[in-house]
């Protein structure tokens, strides 16, 4: 079974673990998946200029599309940014796609705007066109109007690449991944601990005039020399459609964690390796972070072995991903 997925990102990006995740175990279960992407199987173009980016990307999707021998495939995943140029064709070829969607627009002010407008027309179009959704939350199942197959895909871990961390006596806080304004993770810089921040944004340079801030590179090793892991999101609808590929990678770790009450972590809300605040409320983060950091390390290291028997048992990708190779199975030609 041959299965198309078309995005924006590039395979080296860090925001790509997911679709790599979901990729290798949709191929564990016999799927040929192909990448429509700018570093991808078939390439397609994506313009780095501000206000550029989306329209030049539908546009290459749908060139690229016109170009491509589409009989050998039997189903196409497209991430909601890549509808627009995607659905026209994909019709015409009487070939199935279902919309990807593990990314809501997160930006403010006029940008924002602009990508909010573009996300609804990309619902608007799977609505009528698609053949079925994948969403990453049940927060956001509920969020779009729906009647047809849908799944829900959290993230997910592969814990066999990652050690447990042996913790330290002064606990080191780790937060990674995206570095941009939107996720405001200076107030992370106001709470008084260890921290360290690694990973890649258009804040990252201010955040390294006030803290301890590391480059994009390889996760586990970092996280094995940490204790704590910690994602504070703010108080703003969009993120509490959340299911934290960071909060599974921590877990695999073998680390604490405080974390943002969104959707995606519901199901582990009574987990003793697990603490979480409301979105946005930095006294309850400071104050869960600092109870972790006075609990003896014996204490630590108990609940992180219990952290990462947690992502074994249910994170892995193989577990993560079989309401959508159900679908994928119910609507291929």
Known sequence: MKLLWITHRRQSEMSSTSRMG??????ARDWDVKFMSPDGDYRIERSSKI?????????SVSSVLRTTDLDSFSVVIVEWTGVEGAAEILEKESLPWIMMDRSPPVSSGVIGWFQRKQYNKAWGIARSQGSGRAVKSTYMAASQ???????IVPAGVDPTIFEIATMNENPLIVCHGSLDRSRELHRLTTMDVNLLLFGEGNDS??????????SAGEVAPRLACADIGVMHLPNRDVWKHASPLKVAEFAAAGLLVVA?????????????????????DDVACKTALHALCELPIEERRRLGVLARKESERSMTWGNCTGPLHTMLLEVKR
Not at 271 to 276: D, P, S
Request: no cysteine; proline share 4%.
């Open 22 to 27: 979901i990729a290798s175990a949709l191929e």
């Open 51 to 59: 206000g550029k980016g989306h329209r030049s990307f539908t546009r």
């Open 145 to 151: 109007k729906w009647d047809g197959p849908s799944s």
């Open 205 to 214: 340079r201010r955040l390294a005039k006030i803290t301890r801030v590391e």
């Open 260 to 280: 943002s009450d969104v959707s995606g972590l519901e199901k582990y809300r009574d987990a003793g390796w697990l603490t979480l605040v409301p979105l946005g």
